[in-house]
Structures are given as C-alpha cells and as structure tokens.
C-alpha cells in the first residue's frame, strides 16, 4: 500500500535506463519536441490527443506536473546520452494506489525508434514504480495492431497476460487491446 500523499510531497525525479536514456519531468521549452512528435502519423494513429500547437504541448505539459501533483501519473520526456530534446515519453498512471497497481504508456518519436530507447525508458520507470515507490503490478496495453509497442512490452520484462476485445476506439473502429504484466519481484 502507497499512502496517500507520499508521492505529490517530493518533487518527481529524473531516472536513468541502461545507460542510454535520461527520464525527466517535462519542460515548457519541450513544446517544440512535442508537436513535432504529434505530427507523426504513427502517434497519430496510437494515440487520442492532438497537439498541434505551441499553446496545446504548453497545456499538455502543464497538465502533466498537474497529474503529478495529485498523484495521478508521473510524465517523463525521454532524451539520449545527456541531449537536451525529448525524443519521447513514458507515463505511470496510479490507477490503483492502496494496492499498488498501475499502468504504464509510451511513444517514441521516429527520429529515436528501433534503438530501444522506449525499452530503456520503460525499464527505468517500472524499477523505480517497484524499487522506490512500492508498487506491486504494472499493466501495459496496446492495440493488437501495434506490434512495436508489443515488442517493447515484452523486451521490457512484462509478459502477456490476455487481450480485451474491442476494448478502444481508434479513429479506425474498435481494437483489441493486448495487456501485459509486470509484478515487483518479491
């Protein structure tokens, strides 16, 4: 059980993930970075927001230190080898606090896929999720067209646990959401 409050009283950290990638807290001068990522057709396609705007990323972004503030999520950008742009990003939502549960997301921007950036970043968070905070499970899910993001999943150590039928609608119609697990070791 995380009490309540234990995470909005210290600042969210920065992590690090198999040397490669740095994890930190978003910033203003992100929105660049950020509405270059969304204009990628694969974000697109994977994901509900549009930010198409300097004001929409500068809101997102807001809305993340928010959601670390009332404990809802932790919103990191991913950047590479001490660069300051954020080539993608990685979120734990809290969904379920008194028994440590939640679910982890992630994208990465083209310019950084297929180097296992999004692997590392995901690695970092579900470690510090177990190590520092004291969760028990972590859940990912993604459409079973999605087979990046399963791979990332799964090189991350979380293993298949079932698929939800047309669990999600995608701008295209209903998907299957494939769901993987990952549980603190004991």
């Not at 009490?3 to 920065?14: D, L, N, T, V």
């Not at 028990?136 to 990046?148: F, Q, V």
Request: aromatic share 8%.
């Amino acid at each position: 059980m995380i009490a309540a409050g234990s995470i909005a009283e210290r600042a969210q950290p920065s992590l690090t993930g198999g040397g490669m990638v740095k994890l930190r807290p978003w910033e203003v001068a992100d929105h660049q970075a950020l509405t270059d990522a969304f204009a990628d057709p694969e974000i697109q396609l994977w994901h509900f927001v549009r930010i198409d705007s300097q004001i929409e990323a500068e809101e997102w972004i807001a809305q993340t230190w928010a959601a670390w503030r009332s404990e809802a999520a932790a919103t990191w950008a991913i950047v590479i080898g001490g660069r300051p742009e954020a080539v993608g990003r990685v979120s734990l939502y809290f969904h379920d606090l008194r028994n440590g549960g939640g679910e982890v997301s992630y994208w990465v921007a083209p310019q950084a896929r297929g180097a296992g950036v999004a692997t590392s970043a995901l690695k970092a968070v579900t470690s510090w999720a177990f190590e520092e905070l004291g969760m028990h499970r972590l859940e990912a899910s993604h459409s079973t067209a999605n087979p990046a993001s399963c791979a990332v999943a799964t090189n991350a150590g979380f293993e298949a646990e079932g698929t939800r039928v047309s669990a999600l609608l995608h701008e295209d119609g209903w998907h299957d959401m494939h769901v993987h697990r990952s549980i603190a070791p004991t």
